[in-house]
């Protein structure tokens, strides 16, 4: 089962408006990604995180590593139409190969 | 590069039939995941390859799923005989070559079993 808890589960906002997300778990992850899925296509990467601390940005996205190793979150800025989407959180544990993913917030941009 | 290419991208078949997915991941990757979407437990992952050797396959839900990498460029999930529970959206995924982390998806497979 899951063991990333990501929240909100949806946001609806307005466009221009800035975007928080965040996930959190009990374990420890050594890295945490970002990924934005669309209908009927597969998820695609946006930011991945390799150090606890780490800030990193992508354009208009932010998303920082917790300091604990236990969270991450992703800021959208200034959203615009193309940014409605699902996305998702993941970590890969020490030692792991594959990716834990949350269950995904669902971004609705109203115009 | 054509990315991690799928199919079928839409299946239907009834429940007892054989169903065989296939990825062809991007070439000269070596690694390749098999992940599953479905909305009460979201994306999970199956089996995990490298260099063509199945290496984590405790996700696999039971007997009736098997997968198979005969060589770099080819990989197959097979369901039999399949159920409706299996209805879902399967993934494949290829990491960059020397990671393992950002994967690179196909479009998937969406698999309804009446």
């Known amino acids: 089962g899951q063991q990333l808890n990501q929240s909100p589960q949806s946001m609806f906002i307005q466009e221009g408006e800035d975007v928080s997300m965040n996930c959190t778990s009990s374990?420890?992850?050594?890295?945490w990604l970002w990924y934005k899925q669309e209908p009927g296509e597969g998820p695609v990467l946006l930011i991945a995180?390799?150090?606890?601390?780490e800030l990193t940005s992508n354009g208009r996205l932010t998303a920082q590593f917790g300091i604990t190793r236990k969270d991450s979150f992703l800021n959208i800025s200034a959203s615009i139409p193309s940014d409605v989407g699902i996305y998702f959180c993941?970590?890969?544990?020490?030692?792991?190969?594959?990716?834990?993913f949350g269950q995904g917030t669902r971004l609705t941009i109203n115009p | 590069d054509a990315g991690v290419i799928q199919s079928p991208r839409h299946e239907v078949t009834e429940m007892g039939q054989e169903v065989t997915l296939r990825c062809k991941p991007i070439s000269g990757h070596n690694s390749l995941f098999w992940y599953r979407q479905t909305m009460m437990r979201g994306l999970e992952l199956l089996i995990y390859f490298n260099n063509n050797v199945p290496i984590d396959d405790s996700g696999m839900p039971e007997d009736r799923f098997s997968a198979k990498m005969p060589n770099a460029s080819f990989s197959t999930l097979k369901i039999q005989p399949s159920e409706p529970r299996d209805s879902a959206v399967y993934f494949c995924?290829?990491?960059?070559?020397?990671?393992?982390?950002?994967?690179?998806f196909g479009q998937g497979t969406r698999l309804t079993v009446v």
């Open positions: 993941a970590g890969q544990k020490k030692n792991s190969a594959g990716l834990v």
């Open positions: 374990s420890i992850f050594n890295t």
């Open positions: 995180l390799y150090k606890a601390g």
């Open positions: 995924a290829s990491p960059p070559i020397g990671g393992l982390t950002e994967a690179f």
